[in-house]
T-cell receptor, first 112, second 113 residues
Framework: GENVEQHPSTLSVQEGDSAVIKCTYSDSASNYFPWYKQELGKGPQLIIDIRSNVGEKKDQRIAVTLNKTAKHFSLHITETQPEDSAVYFCSTDGGGQGNLIFGKGTKLSVKP | ETGVTQTPRHLVMGMTNKKSLKCEQH?????MYWYKQSAKKPLELMFV???????ENNSVPSRFSPECPNSSHLFLHLHTLQPEDSALYLC????????????FGPGTRLTVL
């Protein structure tokens, strides 16, 4: 079955810096790659997703890149703000099977 | 608010108790999910319901029993749990299936003594 590895597990940046979180997956048949943000005391919330027919997608300060050949995808946050502090999860559609397979999460701390 | 509510938010129970978790979505979605979130582990999918029919049981022990009486409500019945079942239990819904955007509730923090 699909295996999703996420790095780093914790990331601390200064406000205004960029943050990058990387994920690798094992099943080349995976086609859907969503990223979720989980704030303290809340459930995960989708922040951006990408499908295998594109290599990059942007939404304001957030971007996701996908390299299907290397089987890795990354989340990029620019001009970080304290409210970006949260746990971020990458996921895939488990080799096209449908149900999401999640990474272990990255705890991002943005210091003012 | 995501439109998905869960009750209770916190639950402490003994290993011999029987309790139920409730999830309700007001989004008109047809698919609902139960996930288990434990520290330092990925979110684990437990059950999937699509149009009130269970389509996935991810090798979950029988001490967890789901129920979906209609497309807006989802329950997780708990009995004779173990301390290792202590975790955050998250409910989610999506319009049709898992590769649509999933909307999560805030979760129920379960502690088994």
């Amino acid at each position: 079955g699909e295996n999703v590895e996420q790095h780093p597990s914790t990331l601390s940046v200064q406000e205004g810096d960029s943050a990058v979180i990387k994920c690798t997956y094992s099943d080349s048949a995976s086609n859907y790659f969503p990223w979720y943000k989980q704030e303290l005391g809340k459930g995960p919330q989708l922040i951006i997703d990408i499908r295998s027919n594109v290599g990059e997608k942007k939404d304001q300060r957030i971007a996701v890149t996908l390299n299907k050949t290397a089987k890795h995808f990354s989340l990029h946050i620019t001009e970080t703000q304290p409210e970006d502090s949260a746990v971020y999860f990458c996921s895939t559609d488990g080799g096209g099977q449908g149900n999401l397979i999640f990474g272990k999460g990255t705890k991002l701390s943005v210091k003012p | 608010e995501t439109g998905v509510t869960q009750t209770p938010r916190h639950l402490v129970m003994g290993m011999t108790n029987k309790k139920s978790l409730k999830c309700e979505q007001h989004l008109g979605h047809n698919a609902m999910y139960w996930y288990k979130q434990s520290a330092k582990k990925p979110l684990e999918l437990m059950f999937v319901y699509n149009f009130k029919e269970q389509t996935e049981n991810n090798s979950v022990p029988s001490r967890f029993s789901p129920e979906c009486p209609n497309s807006s409500h989802l329950f997780l019945h708990l009995h004779t749990l173990q301390p290792e079942d202590s975790a955050l239990y998250l409910c989610a819904s999506s319009p049709k299936g898992p590769t649509d955007t999933q909307y999560f509730g805030p979760g129920t923090r379960l502690t088994v003594l």
